[in-house]
């Protein structure tokens, strides 16, 4: 069974940045779909972004667009969230799914087989 763990999480003020990675036991990422989701306090899980085998990126969330980024790094076996000028209402748990094929058209969380346990992101002054 892959064990996929989120890390680099934590509390960062309005407009700062902070990245979060993904890694996995067991298997290399670069041949894997990774999604980021994220769940806020009384809100349902939403997408973030997704990047497949093929690095194609997706993009789920119209307010992360030019503030977010998804990148691999290989040397780490990693998948990284790249977060830039947070704001307070990005404030949730971010997860991170592991998959196969294409990232889904629309943020759907079907194709990742394998979750980690999530990491808190809290924007706040």
């Known amino acids: 069974q892959v064990h996929v763990v989120e890390s680099g999480g934590g509390l960062v003020q309005p407009g700062g940045s902070l990245r979060v990675s993904c890694a996995a036991s067991?298997?290399?990422?670069?041949?894997?779909?990774i999604g980021w989701f994220r769940q806020a306090p009384g809100k349902e899980r939403e997408g973030v972004l997704c990047?497949?085998?093929?690095?194609?990126?997706?993009y789920y969330t119209d307010s992360v667009k030019g503030r977010f980024t998804i990148s691999r790094d290989n040397a780490k076996n990693t998948v990284d969230l790249q977060m830039s000028s947070l704001k307070p209402e990005d404030t949730a748990v971010y997860y991170c799914?592991?998959?196969?094929?294409?990232?889904?058209?629309?943020?759907?969380?079907?194709?990742?087989?394998?979750w980690g346990q999530g990491i808190q992101v809290t924007v706040a002054s």
């Open positions: 799914g592991v998959g196969v094929g294409p990232c889904p058209t629309g943020p759907s969380a079907e194709v990742f087989a394998s």
């Open positions: 990047i497949d085998s093929s690095d194609h990126n997706t």
């Open positions: 067991g298997i290399t990422l670069d041949y894997y779909t």
